[in-house]
T-cell receptor, first 113, second 114 residues
Framework: TQLLEQSPQFLSIQEGENLTVYCNSSSVFSSLQWYRQEPGEGPVLLVT?????EVKKLKRLTFQFGDARKDSSLHITAAQPGDTGLYLC?????????????FGKGTRLSVIA | EPEVTQTPSHQVTQMGQEVILRCVPI?????FYWYRQILGQKVEFLVS????????KSEIFDDQFSVERPDGSNFTLKIRSTKLEDSAMYFC????????????FGPGTRLLVL
């Protein structure tokens, strides 16, 4: 069974601070997707990383896929209260259009003004 | 921007009743999925669907579950005889062509079985 472990589970920081959350596995994934989920809503895609070592930036968010494609990180610079939410990573096992995603439990981020 | 839509947003039903959850995937997408999320737990894969047939299903997707694409736009999940433990958020997702693994999720249907 492929598992994705996310850490930390909870994170509470002050506005303006930087933070990094992690998504780790012992298994290799074809790609990893990061989503953000608000309470009672569906996951909203932030980014997909495909190539080992790949780095993608989305404004103040920087996503990195590990060289071995077993782990990923999300770094937020100068966090704002609007960044508050549940951040989920999800891995695709094989490079196919209909591969199931394996989800982590998420990191719940709270940014305090 | 195209998005996945789901109806209803909330459904309350009695144990043993049948429910049908509906989804309209993004229009040019070819692959469709159902996932569920029990309150406080992680998102779990149920089933994937391509070319009018099931591609893969998880252990959760037993004989009480079925999926259908009745026309060119809708994708449905039917639970024949609901159980208390079926209470969860159900998410539909879709993705584009082969090799495009990015899945786009709908807002979900919250199912409560009493």
């Amino acid at each position: 069974t492929q598992l994705l472990e996310q850490s930390p589970q909870f994170l509470s920081i002050q506005e303006g601070e930087n933070l990094t959350v992690y998504c780790n596995s012992s298994s290799v994934f074809s790609s990893l997707q990061w989503y953000r989920q608000e309470p009672g809503e569906g996951p909203v895609l932030l980014v997909t990383v495909v190539t080992g070592g790949e780095v993608k930036k989305l404004k103040r968010l920087t996503f990195q896929f590990g060289d071995a494609r077993k782990d990923s990180s999300l770094h937020i610079t100068a966090a704002q209260p609007g960044d508050t939410g549940l951040y989920l990573c999800a891995g695709a096992k094989i490079p196919s259009g209909n591969t199931p995603l394996v989800f982590g439990k998420g990191t719940r981020l709270s940014v305090i003004a | 921007e195209p998005e996945v839509t789901q109806t209803p947003s909330h459904q309350v039903t009695q144990m043993g009743q049948e429910v049908i959850l509906r989804c309209v995937p993004i229009s040019n997408h070819l692959y469709f999925y159902w996932y569920r999320q029990i309150l406080g737990q992680k998102v779990e894969f149920l089933v994937s669907f391509y070319n009018n047939e099931i591609s893969e299903k998880s252990e959760i997707f037993d004989d009480q579950f079925s999926v259908e694409r009745p026309d060119g736009s809708n994708f449905t999940l039917k639970i024949r005889s609901t159980k208390l433990e079926d209470s969860a958020m159900y998410f539909c997702a879709s993705s584009a062509r082969t090799g495009q693994e990015t899945q786009y999720f709908g807002p979900g249907t919250r199912l409560l079985v009493l």
